[in-house]
Nanobody, 121 residues
Framework: QVQLVESGGGLVQAGGSLRLSCAAS????????MGWYRQGPGKQRELVAT???????DFADSVNGRFTISRDNAKNTMCLQMNSLKPEDTAVYYC???????????????WGQGTQVTVSS
């Protein structure tokens, strides 16, 4: 069994910063791509940022230059540093990873339970 657990969400004023973390645990053979998605009130889930195993990152235009993404392959963790936060960044943020388990050698999609980020104006 594999689990993704997010942490670090909360309430922050516009212009502030938050750091989200995601930890993968369980019978993990390898983790390929990882990323963060978010779903704002009344909106569809959207991609925020992705990072490959080698560290190559991509960002949504709306967060480019304000957010950074990183991962630690040895610890199976990923972080999203969010700076210059805006009220429109308010959303539930989800961690995503493509994970191959030790027993079932087939890459599968896994999602965390989500963590709320609220940015007040």
């Amino acid at each position: 069994q594999v689990q993704l657990v997010e942490s670090g969400g909360g309430l922050v004023q516009a212009g502030g910063s938050l750091r989200l973390s995601c930890a993968a645990s369980g019978s993990i053979f390898s983790i390929n791509g990882m990323g963060w998605y978010r779903q704002g009130p009344g909106k569809q889930r959207e991609l925020v940022a992705t990072i490959t195993r080698s560290g190559s990152a991509d960002f949504a235009d709306s967060v480019n230059g304000r957010f950074t993404i990183s991962r630690d392959n040895a610890k199976n963790t990923m972080c999203l540093q969010m700076n210059s936060l805006k009220p429109e960044d308010t959303a539930v943020y989800y961690c995503h990873a493509i994970i191959t388990q030790t027993v079932i050698h087939i890459p599968q999609d896994y999602w965390g339970q989500g963590t709320q980020v609220t940015v007040s104006s």
